[in-house]
């Protein structure tokens, strides 16, 4: 067997980062420290690996004290990861956040960096338990270790994107004693909801479990020290076949998932998050982003638009990139169209790890709308966005797992569709919907699509949502949330059908389902936006509006026309 090859589609996932390798800044010194963890009040637990990185000539000592940035990965062996990145020859910490490192510079701020791997990982012991309790269990240990150390002003903050920003998350859940802020780009809320949802698996509820199994088998380099190496040698192997099978419960009341869910948690935290969740987000998806927002209590700001899984800073590669939308006339470009990611987040940890008040005045919520236009907002979804109800028509569609969201193959199913609207609106919010669905057989598959259809009858969807209908009945779930202004003469259309092939991995039970009846709640704004902040858009949007479109036919418009409730004309601004 060979233990560090990966199927490229588990390297996917979770979306690793390309080959790397070792990374020590210029301005920058580097030590290893290992960390005692405990379980509950008593020892006994993990022992943590960390590469500390302490501004140049600093040393480790209470005369030199800095408040400490820290993230707490699986993605930092000083070999690199898994698969064809492993390099058993290299040496120091991993760079995975070198453009951190480099673009914010953090030592030239007066911070400490520490990179800590989660247990199992690197040179950590232990296992994985991909979210569960050991591992919240060692971000809170290696937090708390953190802000006792004699170089430290006691203050701690967290950095990362997808599994390193879940466990930033992980972090405000848990509340370590000196965690001062966190920031989260693109991370995971719900173990559960990120491989399922309603039941309906996505891909990554098959791959997840055997992918980080095979990272967390992967050794130090040979450069590496005795503790690392011994760390790195998984003495429970039996772990690994327990990880994957209990992730393939689909059951987000069980007690594996729960207590993986930190979006109930977080609420009524008063820990200061700064957030990035793309509409677009194709890998740790938005579906539970905004009710993790919002139930935190405390300082918090976010940009919210229309990107997949990239970081704030993030910029097409000349060549190599892993977005097709990276072509050689995007080369350089923001992937996320929004400049100044690294000015704001220092910004964000000199406010709330310093007391140093902001230079610049950022606003709570940086949104891009469907237009592309970037805005500020105090609330997502916005304190003006009201739900609409409308009636959907009725109807049956057969569960076979052949109708996509987006592109090719797509529009199968019920229709109904709006006549051209009257006047511009701006859809922003969370949809919701309730199917009466008719069945023969459980675990029928049930999609919801919405979409923006143009005069020339090219659909574009703008949320979707999926139920596995496991009884016959009433069942009613939310949608992605979206932001997207539709002008008038467009059209609104919802499709209720059995699946979006192109992003869950359905089941098809090949029976035929009755829609008996149906409704869905639209979230429309009453005033209308203007745009008051710099920005491009996003190369994903771009990318999309020229990809996801098809046509609808006219005799299916004709025939799904049907009233739908609207708001009243948009107010001016101001």
Known sequence: ????????????????????????????????????????SAPGGDVLHADVLRPKGDPLDAAHKTPVIMTISPYTNHSNQAGTDFDPSASGPSSRWQDFEDGA?????????????????????????????EEQGAVKNAIEWAASQPWSTGAVATYGKSYDGWTGLMALAQQPKGLAAVVAQEPVYS????????????????????????????????????QYQTNSIQTTPWCYGTNVALQQQDDPASGFWSVRDLVPAVRGVKTPLLLTQGFLEDNTKPQDAFKFFNNLAGPKRAWFGQWNHVRGNE??????????????????????????????????YDQYLKGVAPATSYPPIAVEGGDGK???????????????????????????????????????????????????????????????????????????????????????????????????????????????????????????????????????????????????????????????????????????????????????????????????????AG
């Open 1 to 40: 067997m060979h233990r560090f090859l990966v199927p490229a589609a588990l390297l996917a996932a979770l979306a690793l980062p390309a080959v790397a390798g070792a990374y020590v800044p210029k301005d920058a010194d580097w030590t290893e420290q290992y960390i005692s963890t405990t379980v509950g």
């Open 105 to 133: 510079d953090p030592f030239a701020h007066g911070y400490t960096y520490v990179i800590v791997d989660l247990p199992g990982f690197g040179g950590s012991s232990g296992c994985t338990d991909w979210g569960g309790p």
């Open 191 to 226: 173990g559960y909801e990120y491989e399922y949802m309603n039941g309906v698996r996505m891909s990554t509820s098959a791959e997840e479990g055997p992918l980080f199994d095979a990272i967390n088998a992967t050794p130090g380099s040979t450069n590496d020290t005795p």
């Open 315 to 348: 910029t097409c590669l000349a060549s190599g990139d892993e977005d097709s939308y990276c072509t050689a006339k995007n080369a350089g470009k923001l992937k996320e169209g929004r400049a100044g990611w690294f000015n704001e987040v220092i910004s964000f």
């Open 374 to 572: 970037w805005r500020s907002e105090t609330s997502w979804p916005p304190a003006d966005s009201h739900i609409y109800e409308t009636t959907l028509k009725t109807g049956t569609y057969t569960d076979d797992g052949n109708n996509n969201g987006t592109g090719s193959g797509a529009g199968t199913g019920i229709w109904t569709i709006s006549a051209p609207l009257p006047y511009d609106v701006h859809f922003a919010g969370v949809p919701h919907v309730t199917v009466d669905a008719q069945t023969t057989l459980p675990n029928a598959n049930l999609v919801a699509d919405v979409y923006d259809i143009d005069g020339a009858g090219k659909a574009t969807l703008i949320s979707r949502g999926a139920q596995l209908v496991r009884t016959a009945g009433l069942q009613s779930f939310d949608l992605y949330g979206e932001d997207w202004p539709i002008p008038a003469g467009h059209r609104l259309g919802v499709l209720i059908t059995s699946s979006n092939g192109e992003w869950w991995t359905h089941v098809p039970t090949e029976q035929t389902v009755t829609v008996a009846a149906a409704r869905i709640g639209l979230p429309f704004l009453s005033i209308r936006r203007t745009s008051d902040q710099p920005g491009t858009p996003s190369l994903k949007l771009l990318d999309y509006k020229a990809t996801a479109p098809f046509g609808i036919p006219q005799a299916t418009i004709d025939a799904a026309t049907s009233a739908f409730t609207l708001p009243d004309p948009l107010e001016p």
